[in-house]
Each structure stands twice: as C-alpha cells, then as structure tokens.
C-alpha cells in the first residue's frame, strides 16, 4: 500500500517535488543551523551533548555510495558502482529509491555524466553535517563489497551497489579526525584471505557485511578459515540482522537470521549485530516455528558465553517500520548498554518519511517539546537529529534512557574504558 501512494504521489506530481516530501526535505544548510534554531532547539542538543566524553564517542554505520563511468567494467574497476537498473526510469522501483537515497544524502540534481563531482559531493555533506553539527567522536565509514556467488565470482546482475575498500580508505585519510575506515571484504571471495590481511596490516578494525544483499551464509564451514583470519587480525564484523528493506535482498532475506551467527561466535569472533535484528520474522531452527528476528537477537545477545564478543548496534530502531519491542526492550535493560554501540545508518535518518517524531511522541517515548525541538534540528541537520533523538528518548512507563557508554567505542572493540 505504501509503495502504491508513493507511485500516486510521483506520477500526479513532479517527481522532484514528490522525492523532496518524502527525503532531504532540509529548510537550510548545516551552516546555517546556528542562527536559525529556536532557544529550545538549543538546549535540547545541549542536554544531548552533555555527559558524554566526546573522545570516546563513535558513530559506526555511515554509508558513503557512489557512481562510476559506464565504461567501468563491474568485475575489475577500484571505482564505486551502482546497478544500471537505478539509473534507468524503465526500472522504476530501483530509480526512485535510488533517487531518494540521493536527495537524503543532499544531492538534489546529480549528473550522472560527472561522477566524480557527485562523489565527492556525497562525502562533503557529511563532513558538514558533522562540522557544523559539533558531532562528538568519530563517524564509521562503511565500504560496501559486491554480490558473490557460492563459488566465488561477483554476480553484477545481484549487486545493487559497490563502494570499494580502496575508496574508502581514501576519503578517511583525507578526514582522518571525523572518519574512520570499515572495510567490507565478502568470505565467498577467491582473494578474501589476502583482502583481509591487506587491510588489517593498514591498521583497519572492522568488517561490514549486510548478508541477505550480499548473500553471506554466517553458518558455513567454508568460513572457518575466514573468521580464524578475522579474529587474528584482532577484526570485528559489523552485520546487519533481520529483514532487509533499504538495499534489495529479497531473494535472501533468510541469511539476516541472527542464528546462523552461533558458529563465528563459537569461534570468538567479535560481532556487531546491526538493528538489534529489529525487523521481520526469522525461522527458529533451533527450538522451531518462526519467531521475530529480535526475538533471536536477543537470545544470543543474554547468552553469558558471548559476553565480551557479540555486541549490537542501535540504528534504525527509531524507523517507524521498527519501532516498539525492540526499542522498549533494550531501555528496560540498562546493564547491557555497555555492549551497544550507537549507528547512524546515515543517509536513512534524512528520509523524513521512515523518521517520524508524532508516532515517538503518541507512543510516550519523547515529549511535544522535544518533538517540535528535533523536527527543527532535522531540517538543517538530519545527523544531529537522529544522535540527539538517542540521547533524550525515554521508555514510556519507566523514564530509562540509553547510557552514555551506549554512544561509546566498547573498550573490548579498542574504544575507551569506563
């Protein structure tokens, strides 16, 4: 049904208009923030900032996509890539969701005929939302590796887009004290091994994997040599769990179970599973029937033994797709903050259509105030909002809130101690 009003709103308007409803529906620049927010808006991000050591605090899910030239052969380029089908109006499912990830990101004309404008664009709205925006810490910034088959060659066709370790890496060591580097290194691949060494002799910590888009089965034996590689390197593999909507994976939605991850934990592998699997329904082939996949997450993640190796990240438990159990859940377990780690998911907290501050306040998770206060953060700076959102919601009936180590680097992760 959503789908349905969403193509309604397109065709009976301009799609320019209809993309700018729904996502980056910005009133100004982060610049201009400052002088634009009211006395309230102020003190909310002052009460947001305080009682954090700011050194310590991490944002570690932050997608950076980009283009290439239709030149770049999909199998060897080292440039980003993005599947033709979103570049094609014929494909419109695939344009439209692609067009409104750009206009999240503050693209709002691209020119796909000058790539590298684009991405360089990409990348300088981040650094001013993150300047302008007196974020504290560091942003995490993810590379995103290809589609692979199970005998080890890239599938284009599968491959929604590409953001390449190398690129990555680039873009960190020319912002070195707002990024830091993810690298995403798919085990199926014939070079993984060596992939993985490269990088972790370069001094990278952390791995991304999005499984039901890539099509990484967690459980294979085929992987041993991989997460004996990962926790030599001293690696940790950021993975999201659950159902997957905002990058295509239907085909594979069953490999976010969180489940499938016992055999890298029985390994020691540190893990960050993304979303607190806050999303979709997940077999139970351990005790039977289909429970949802939270409900999985949140076995593993009370399991005494995985204490110190599996962790979990809170993006995107404010979407209103995911919000409820999830995110009550968690806040009535204050003990186990210290084994979160806060994600932006960045650009989705720019898609005001999947963010929505009057569902927050009916349900009782933040005030009226705080409601009008965070809509005018969002419109200069959608980053801040989604970090200052996390740090005054409240669980509705008991008051708690995210502790602050919740928005720090876990010291088992290399982060502070506390």
Same mark, same amino acid.
């Given at each position: 049904?959503?789908?349905?009003?969403?193509?309604?709103?397109?065709?009976?308007?301009?799609?320019?208009?209809?993309?700018?409803?729904?996502?980056?529906?910005?009133?100004?620049?982060?610049?201009?923030?400052?002088?634009?927010?009211?006395?309230d808006?102020?003190?909310l991000?002052?009460?947001?900032?305080?009682?954090?050591?700011?050194?310590?605090?991490?944002?570690?899910?932050?997608?950076?996509?980009?283009?290439?030239?239709?030149?770049?052969?999909?199998?060897?380029?080292?440039?980003?890539?993005?599947?033709?089908l979103?570049?094609?109006?014929?494909?419109?499912?695939?344009?439209?969701?692609?067009?409104?990830?750009?206009?999240?990101?503050?693209?709002?004309?691209?020119?796909?005929?000058?790539?590298?404008?684009?991405?360089?664009?990409?990348?300088?709205?981040?650094?001013?939302?993150?300047?302008?925006?007196?974020?504290?810490?560091?942003?995490?910034?993810?590379?995103?590796?290809?589609?692979?088959?199970?005998?080890?060659?890239?599938?284009?066709?599968?491959?929604?887009?590409?953001?390449?370790?190398?690129?990555?890496?680039?873009?960190?060591?020319?912002?070195?004290?707002i990024?830091?580097?993810?690298?995403?290194?798919?085990?199926?691949?014939?070079?993984?091994?060596?992939?993985?060494?490269?990088?972790?002799k370069?001094?990278?910590?952390?791995?991304?994997?999005?499984?039901?888009?890539?099509?990484?089965?967690?459980?294979?034996?085929?992987?041993?040599?991989?997460?004996?590689?990962?926790?030599?390197?001293?690696?940790?593999?950021?993975?999201?769990?659950g159902?997957?909507?905002?990058?295509?994976g239907?085909?594979?939605?069953?490999?976010?179970?969180?489940?499938?991850?016992?055999?890298?934990?029985?390994?020691?592998?540190?893990?960050?599973?993304?979303?607190?699997?806050?999303?979709?329904?997940c077999?139970?082939?351990?005790?039977?029937?289909?429970?949802?996949?939270f409900?999985?997450?949140?076995?593993?993640?009370? @399991?005494?033994?995985?204490?110190? !190796?599996?962790?979990?990240?809170?993006?995107?438990?404010?979407?209103?797709?995911?919000?409820?159990?999830?995110?009550?859940?968690?806040?009535?377990?204050?003990?186990?903050?210290?084994?979160?780690?806060?994600?932006?998911?960045?650009?989705?907290?720019?898609?005001?259509? !999947?963010?929505?501050?009057?569902?927050?306040?009916?349900?009782?998770?933040?005030?009226?105030?705080?409601?009008?206060?965070?809509?005018?953060?969002?419109?200069?700076?959608?980053?801040?909002?989604?970090?200052?959102?996390?740090?005054?919601?409240?669980?509705?009936?008991?008051?708690?809130?995210?502790?602050?180590?919740?928005?720090?680097?876990?010291? @088992?992760?290399?982060?502070?101690?506390?």
């Amino acid at each position: 049904m959503k789908i349905l009003f969403l193509l309604l709103i397109v065709f009976c308007t301009s799609c320019d208009f209809a993309v700018n409803k729904i996502a980056g529906n910005f009133s100004g620049t982060p610049e201009q923030m400052d002088k634009a927010l009211s006395p309230d808006a102020r003190a909310l991000i002052l009460r947001a900032m305080t009682g954090l050591r700011s050194e310590c605090v991490r944002d570690v899910h932050v997608h950076v996509a980009g283009v290439g030239h239709e030149k770049d052969d999909f199998k060897t380029t080292n440039t980003p890539w993005v599947n033709p089908l979103s570049l094609s109006l014929a494909h419109f499912s695939h344009f439209l969701k692609f067009k409104i990830y750009l206009n999240a990101a503050g693209i709002k004309s691209p020119n796909l005929q000058e790539p590298e404008k684009l991405n360089q664009d990409y990348v300088a709205r981040i650094v001013d939302l993150w300047k302008f925006g007196k974020m504290p810490g560091k942003a995490h910034l993810l590379a995103f590796d290809r589609h692979y088959n199970e005998d080890g060659t890239p599938n284009e066709e599968l491959t929604n887009f590409y953001m390449p370790n190398q690129t990555v890496w680039e873009i960190c060591q020319k912002y070195p004290d707002i990024f830091t580097p993810v690298m995403s290194v798919h085990p199926y691949r014939k070079d993984a091994i060596q992939e993985l060494e490269k990088w972790g002799k370069m001094g990278v910590k952390f791995i991304k994997w999005l499984p039901n888009s890539m099509r990484i089965d967690a459980s294979r034996p085929q992987l041993d040599a991989y997460y004996d590689k990962v926790k030599e390197l001293g690696m940790t593999i950021l993975t999201h769990v659950g159902e997957e909507r905002a990058v295509e994976g239907a085909q594979f939605q069953k490999l976010g179970n969180p489940l499938l991850f016992r055999r890298p934990l029985e390994k020691g592998v540190k893990i960050i599973m993304a979303h607190l699997g806050s999303l979709g329904n997940c077999d139970d082939f351990e005790q039977g029937g289909q429970k949802s996949c939270f409900n999985l997450f949140w076995r593993l993640f009370n @399991e005494e033994k995985y204490k110190g !190796i599996l962790f979990a990240d809170i993006s995107g438990i404010t979407i209103n797709t995911r919000l409820g159990e999830p995110l009550l859940t968690i806040l009535e377990h204050p003990e186990l903050h210290t084994r979160l780690v806060n994600g932006s998911d960045y650009p989705l907290p720019a898609i005001n259509w !999947i963010y929505r501050t009057s569902q927050w306040k009916d349900q009782g998770f933040i005030t009226d105030s705080e409601r009008e206060s965070l809509n005018e953060i969002y419109h200069y700076n959608p980053l801040l909002f989604d970090f200052v959102s996390k740090r005054i919601i409240h669980h509705p009936k008991l008051g708690s809130q995210f502790r602050p180590e919740t928005f720090y680097l876990p010291k @088992e992760l290399g982060g502070c101690s506390y």
